[in-house]
């Protein structure tokens, strides 16, 4: 994986477009994923719990109803932090 700094502003533009319709595209997955019978959905996102850029990110996913399950540091393939966040799609 290689992580590539934005560096114009068309390359900010395309990411503020994506991150304008995650909210929409959650609630999509999370219809998929339960009509599939996923019971668990997890993500895996940059960064630990003192980085300030990954504030909104952590906000975003808390909102969703993901909770914070584990830090690990580093992360192997990213030899840095990442948090992993799981939200149970079924109640039981």
Same mark, same amino acid.
């Given at each position: 994986m290689?992580?590539?700094p934005l560096e114009t502003g068309a390359e900010r533009q395309v990411c503020l477009e994506i /991150? @304008? /319709? *995650? =909210?929409?595209w959650f609630n999509e997955a999370g219809v998929k994923a339960i009509e599939r019978g996923f019971e668990v959905l997890v993500v895996k996102t940059f960064g630990g719990l003192s980085y300030q850029p990954y504030d909104e990110t952590r906000r975003f996913?808390? @909102? @969703?109803?993901? /909770?914070?399950? /584990?830090?690990i540091? =580093?992360? =192997?393939k990213w030899g840095k932090e990442a *948090?992993?966040?799981v939200k149970f799609l079924r109640k039981g």
């Open positions: 290689r992580i590539k /991150a @304008k /319709a *995650l =909210p929409e996913y808390e @909102k @969703k109803g993901f /909770a914070r399950v /584990a830090l540091d =580093p992360y =192997p *948090l992993i966040y």
